[in-house]
């Protein structure tokens, strides 16, 4: 019987960002933000247009270098990562690290299971002997080239485009587009998934199939998932931990339930103060009491 996993039993975080700032000139785009997030775990960072979220990830992706900050990031088996000293390749290579984009960025020219193949070049290049094994069709080449085959054919599976694998990935409708990027994204079999809106665009059938895909994936394969997303159905419905940006800093940090009813949470969405009455419709829509100015619902 194996020992138990460290990081499961001490709760010690897979991810920790400390006093985060990104400077662009004279323009502080994230200012001293600092949160952990858990293995296992659904981590949510809201916020309002242009509260930091995207810059966030493009500091935690390589796609920046941040101004001041620590972002550690602790894999299972105890090693660690300092990904503000990594360029992005290497994140994603080493660190383990995989992301989505706000706009999708498929292979659209390729087809759907070539897209998946890709995502493990890597992996099938080691394999290959940098092009000899391959060339030669030696066996571990041919067995690497398999298990790749049976990986992307389980995550088609899981995000029901099986059938469709010999169609070209531009030809998909949106909602199984991005279904796609999340599947390639799981197959470089990462310790930490970002997602940066992955339910823009989505109907509420297939907002609901994103959520249980997610779920799936925090609770049978056991990552972290760090979600940007707007769509507060989904944020409150799957995340067991919340952080939420305005202006580039962190104003509330907890629970969904504890954070939707943060009087500054509310205030930076709805720019009302705490206990004037709020307009019926939006009331309504974000699960709060006009009358009283407390959450009534789940949204926010």
């Avoid at 293995?39 to 500091?59: D, M, Q, S, V, Y």
């Avoid at 620590?70 to 660690?80: A, I, K, M, Q, Y």
């Avoid at 498929?106 to 099938?124: C, P, T, W, Y």
């Amino acid at each position: 019987m194996t020992a138990p996993n460290p990081i499961a039993v001490t709760g010690a975080p897979l991810l920790r960002v400390e006093h985060l700032t990104m400077r662009f000139g004279g323009l502080v785009a994230v200012n001293d933000v600092s949160f952990t997030a858990l293995n296992r775990e659904i981590t949510a960072i809201i916020g309002p247009n242009g509260a930091g979220k995207t810059t966030l990830f493009n500091c935690l992706t390589g796609f920046y270098s941040p101004t001041v900050g620590r972002l550690t990031l602790r894999h299972p088996d105890g090693r660690e990562f300092l990904l503000e000293r990594m360029p992005g390749y290497v994140i994603s290579q080493k660190a383990a690290v995989a992301r989505t984009f706000q706009n999708i960025r498929l292979f659209s020219g390729m087809s759907i299971l070539e897209n998946l193949l890709v995502a493990q070049h890597n992996k099938l290049q080691r394999a290959s002997a940098w092009s000899i094994a391959g060339l030669l069709g030696l066996p571990g080449y041919r067995r690497a080239e398999k298990e790749a085959i049976d990986l992307a054919s389980y995550w088609l599976d899981r995000v029901k485009l099986l059938e469709y694998a010999d169609w070209q990935a531009g030809n998909l409708p949106y909602g199984a587009q991005r279904r796609l990027e999340i599947a390639r994204a799981m197959c470089t079999e990462p310790v930490l998934l970002c997602l940066d809106e992955p339910a823009a665009g989505l109907n509420p059938r297939e907002s609901a199939e994103l959520s249980e895909l997610l779920r799936f994936i925090r609770d049978e394969h056991k990552i972290g998932v760090l979600l940007i997303e707007h769509d507060m159905s989904v944020v409150m419905t799957i995340s067991d931990h919340v952080v939420v940006l305005d202006y580039g800093r962190k104003i509330a940090d907890g629970t969904p339930e504890v954070v939707k009813n943060d009087p500054a949470v509310i205030r930076a969405y709805l720019g009302e103060e705490e206990d004037e009455e709020l307009p019926e419709i939006v009331a309504r829509d974000l699960g709060v009491d006009g009358s009283e100015g407390h959450r009534t619902g789940e949204g926010t």
